[in-house]
C-alpha cells in the first residue's frame, strides 16, 4: 500500500496537470457552426463566445427567426466540442480514470 507522503505527492502532480490542462482547454478556440457552415461561433474553452460570423445571405429582416435559429444551433454545436475537448482533456489528466461524471468548472 502506498505511504500518505506518495499519495499527497501524486495529488499534487494531478492538480498541477489539471491547472496546465485548464489553461490549455481556456487557450483554445472551437468553431461550431450550422446552416451548412452559412453561422458560424467561435467559443472558447470558458464557453465564452468570441466570434460570430453570418452569411451576408441570410440578412433578410422577414426571416429572422431563421436566423436566431441558426445562431443557436451553432453555439450549441461549438458548445458540443469544448465539452469534448474538456472530457479529452480529463482522461489526459487522470490517465483515462472515470471519475464518475465529475464536471469541473473550468
Same mark, same amino acid.
Given at each position: 500500500m502506498m505511504?500518505?507522503?506518495?499519495?499527497m505527492? +501524486? =495529488?499534487?502532480?494531478?492538480?498541477?496537470?489539471?491547472e496546465? =490542462?485548464q489553461?490549455?482547454? =481556456?487557450e483554445?478556440?472551437?468553431?461550431?457552426?450550422?446552416g451548412?457552415g452559412?453561422?458560424?461561433?467561435?467559443?472558447n474553452?470558458?464557453?465564452?463566445?468570441k $466570434?460570430?460570423?453570418?452569411?451576408?445571405?441570410?440578412?433578410?429582416?422577414?426571416?429572422?427567426?431563421?436566423?436566431?435559429?441558426?445562431?443557436? =444551433?451553432a453555439?450549441?454545436?461549438? +458548445?458540443?466540442?469544448?465539452?469534448?475537448m474538456?472530457?479529452?482533456?480529463?482522461?489526459?489528466?487522470?490517465?483515462?480514470l472515470?471519475?464518475?461524471?465529475? $464536471?469541473?468548472?473550468?
Open positions: 505511504n500518505m507522503q506518495g499519495i505527492k +501524486q =495529488a499534487q502532480m494531478m492538480q498541477k496537470k489539471m496546465e =490542462a489553461k490549455k482547454l =481556456a483554445t478556440e472551437v468553431i461550431g457552426s450550422s451548412g452559412m453561422v458560424k461561433v467561435t467559443l474553452g470558458k464557453f465564452e463566445a $466570434k460570430v460570423e453570418i452569411d451576408p445571405g441570410l440578412l433578410d429582416p422577414e426571416e429572422t427567426d431563421i436566423l436566431e435559429d441558426l445562431i443557436l =444551433a453555439f450549441n454545436d461549438a +458548445q458540443g466540442k469544448v465539452d469534448a474538456m472530457n479529452e482533456g480529463m482522461k489526459d489528466v487522470t490517465g483515462g472515470n471519475l464518475g461524471g465529475l $464536471k469541473l468548472p473550468f
